[in-house]
Every structure is written in C-alpha cells, then in structure tokens.
C-alpha cells in the first residue's frame, strides 16, 4: 500500500528530535508539524519570518495575518517570535537551523535536488529554497516516487534545473525511505505492503538492497 501525503510526513516526523531547529519547505513538508510527538520539543522555522510554528489551525480558528513561507494559515507555540526575512534568511545562512525538510520535483542519486523550476512553466523564482541547500547541514526531503505518468523522479541524474549539488542525505516517498550514499540509494524501509521488487521498478537510480528491508512504522 503507497502511503499519502500524511503518512509520509508522519514517517518523517520520526527524523525530528529534541532541541532540534526545523525548516519546512512548502507541500508535504508542512505537514510534518501535525505529527511530531507531544513529548520533544522543537521549534519550527519558516523563511517568511516566523520561529515557533505549530500545527495547522482547525477550520474556523485561522488567522490570515498568521502564515507560513506557503501562505498557508499556521498556529504559534507559546514563545514563538516574528522578524524580518534578513534575519530569517541570516539564521539560515549561520546554519542555526538542525533539519531542512523539502519537496522535489526530482533527486538524483548522488543527492543533486530540483524543486523550483519546470522548463516552460512560469515561475516567481527560487525563493529559500537555494539558501536552505546551501546551508543545512541535514535534508530530507518528501517526495512522491513516480510522477502522474508512473515515471520515477528518483534518477541517476536530474533533468530539470537544480536547486543544489550533493545535498540530500535522505528521501521519503509513498513506497520507500531512501538514503543517498557514495555509491547510490539505499533502501532503508519500505511503505507497508509495498514488496522490494516494486520499488525498484520504481526507481531509475542505482538502488543499493543490502539486508532483509523492514516496512515502515507509521501508525
């Protein structure tokens, strides 16, 4: 069974940890807030402006002055602060924040990223994105497998435009946790029900399987 969008930022909520300064990109990534547990405490970043993000609101509590880097409508913890971009982007850039969590159009295999740019699409710019690739020093990111087409976005190299060079160190996807290593990705978990044999169907990268592979934990 592929996991959705949910159950993907929950498996990666399990890669957050106490103390940790954590940077949400937009789409799955925001998700991840919701599943953090209750125990830990950590504060989320956004490059808008905004240190001590919450979980979404529940419909009919939003405040539209309240935002993430995505325009969503977010809620604060107790303690959390609002600045400008410079000295959001500044605490990126002095690499003050512990895990960046991205989306991606595609990942290449050595840990090459393309989140921002589709050839021919209208674009506004990169945005943070290139900051946080250049700066952290942790990156996963949260990606669908395949695209509307069933071809893999898990490369040998990207196509499209890259956002940063040798970055990724981890990818979760509806079928698989994959980590990127010197000789390709390694298969770390698989999504439950989904078999080995799939996921390399999948992928168009080389795919290290090098022991019995567990499924995920995401209940």
């Known amino acids: 069974m592929a996991l959705d969008k949910n159950q993907i930022a929950k498996r990666i909520a399990k890669e957050v940890k106490e103390g940790y300064f954590v940077n949400l990109g937009i789409g799955i990534p925001t998700l991840v807030a919701n599943f953090v547990p209750n125990d830990i405490s ?18 009919g509590e939003e405040d539209a002055d309240i935002i993430n880097a995505g325009k969503q409508t977010i809620t604060t913890l107790p303690g959390a602060s609002f600045f400008d971009s410079a000295f959001s982007f500044g605490m990126i850039r002095a690499q003050k924040v512990d895990l960046t969590i991205l989306g991606a ?24 994105a290139m900051d946080l690739v250049a700066s952290a020093e942790n990156i996963i990111v949260a990606m669908m497998h395949v695209n ?32 990127v290593t010197p000789n390709g990705f390694r298969l770390v978990e698989r999504a439950p029900g989904v078999s080995v044999e799939e996921i390399i169907k999948a992928t168009a990268a080389t795919l290290i399987v090098d022991c019995e592979i567990p499924e995920m934990a995401i209940d």
């Open 105 to 128: 159009m595609e990942v290449s295999e050595n840990g090459d990223i393309a989140n921002w740019k589709i050839p021919g699409k209208m674009v506004k710019g990169m945005g943070g």
């Open 42 to 59: 950590v504060e989320f970043q956004s490059e808008n402006g905004v240190l001590g993000m919450g979980p979404f609101p529940y419909e």
């Open 148 to 179: 509307k087409a069933g071809e893999s976005k898990i490369l040998k190299k990207c196509t499209l435009p890259l956002t940063g060079v040798g970055c990724v160190k981890k990818v979760v996807t509806e079928l698989a946790v994959l980590e």
